[in-house]
Antibody, heavy 114, light 107 residues
Framework: EVQLVESGGGLVQPGGSLRLSCAAS????????MSWVRQAPGKGLEWVSV???????YYADSVKGRFTISRDNSKNTLYLQMNSLRAEDTAVYYC????????WGQGTLVTVSS | EIVLTQSPDFQSVTPKEKVTITCRAS??????LHWYQQKPDQSPKLLIK???QSISGVPSRFSGSGSGTDFTLTINSLEAEDAAAYYC?????????FGGGTKVEIK
């Protein structure tokens, strides 16, 4: 059974950093496109980043230069390193599989506030 | 960036009525358009992939059509459990994007 479990969210001050994790089971992360998607409170979905099976990475303009997507094949886990956090980064962050996002995690809440 | 424009933003519908949601892309994306349903406090759920391909376990009243720049999600004979927000998403470009969403309310 495919499962994605995010962790690492929490309260952080503006300018701070957090690393989100997405532990996968039932499939191999390195063999699939893996994406991060976020949703600010009461708002719609926003695509954040993708890592392709070949290792190429891409980012939304709103996070480029501040966020880094990566994976640990030995742990079958996806990561999102978030630096220089801003209030507008406050959101539930989801990881999802494949280009058509067939499986999603339950999400982890990131709150950026002083 | 490819912009996806969904309409309407909100729709109030009676049970058994037909619902049509459209998604227009700012440039041609072929069939790389996918639809999701999100209920309150839940993660999004894939309904339709590649514009018209059905997903196992999704009720047959949900269908998708379109290609290029214009796409449609149709819910035939709406049921109370279909109250949710619906989003389109394109994977044609290296950087994905989502439509703004359509909230469907049951009258």
């Amino acid at each position: 059974e495919v499962q994605l479990v995010e962790s690492g969210g929490g309260l952080v001050q503006p300018g701070g950093s957090l690393r989100l994790s997405c532990a996968a089971s039932g499939f191999t992360v390195s063999s699939n496109y893996m994406s991060w998607v976020r949703q600010a409170p009461g708002k719609g979905l926003e695509w954040v980043s993708v890592i392709y099976s070949g290792g190429s990475t891409y980012y939304a303009d709103s996070v480029k230069g501040r966020f880094t997507i990566s994976r640990d094949n030995s742990k079958n886990t996806l990561y999102l390193q978030m630096n220089s956090l801003r209030a507008e980064d406050t959101a539930v962050y989801y990881c999802a599989r494949d280009d058509f996002l067939d499986y999603w995690g339950q999400g982890t809440l990131v709150t950026v506030s002083s | 960036e490819i912009v996806l424009t969904q309409s309407p933003d909100f729709q109030s519908v009676t049970p058994k009525e037909k619902v049509t949601i459209t998604c227009r892309a700012s440039q041609s994306i072929g069939s790389s358009l996918h639809w999701y349903q999100q209920k309150p406090d839940q993660s999004p759920k894939l309904l339709i992939k590649y514009a018209s391909q059905s997903i196992s376990g999704v009720p047959s009243r949900f269908s998708g059509s379109g290609s290029g720049t214009d796409f449609t999600l149709t819910i035939n004979s709406l049921e109370a459990e279909d109250a949710a927000a619906y989003y389109c998403h394109q994977s044609s470009s290296l950087r994905g994007t989502f439509g703004g969403g359509t909230k469907v309310e049951i009258k």
